[in-house]
């Protein structure tokens, strides 16, 4: 059992960055693969980067890519998604997930594990 706890979200203009991070419990974070997602009011989720449990391997969505990056640090039981150039279209809220196979893609299905979720808000 994993359970996530996402932190860092918040209200920021336009160009600027935030840092999400998700905490997660339980002894084999490390053999977890990581997502995160995000949902606007009224669009589906939308998946935004994953992280396999190594941080070796990464994959990011379209609309993301360049901009946003994952990352994890596995003694601190921790995800990581540094955002940076924000867009008013970024604004939704982030959810982090996590799964015990070793896929890392945008399939939410796959992931077994999801975080309550932080809000982000990016002001034009």
């Known amino acids: 059992q994993v359970q996530l706890v996402e932190s860092g979200g918040g209200l920021v203009q336009a160009g600027g960055s935030l840092r999400l991070s998700c905490a997660a419990s339980g002894r084999t974070f490390s053999s977890y693969a990581m997502g995160w997602f995000r949902q606007a009011p009224g669009k589906e989720r939308e998946f935004v980067a994953a992280i396999n449990w190594s941080g070796v391997g990464t994959y990011y969505g379209d609309s993301v890519k360049g901009r946003f990056t994952i990352s994890r640090d596995n003694a601190k039981k921790t995800g990581y998604l540094q955002l940076n150039s924000l867009k008013p279209d970024d604004t939704a809220v982030y959810y982090c997930?996590?799964?015990?196979?070793?896929?890392?893609?945008?399939?939410?299905?796959?992931?077994?594990?999801w975080g309550r979720g932080t809000q982000v808000t990016v002001s034009s």
């Open positions: 997930a996590a799964n015990g196979l070793y896929y890392y893609g945008s399939n939410a299905n796959q992931y077994d594990y």
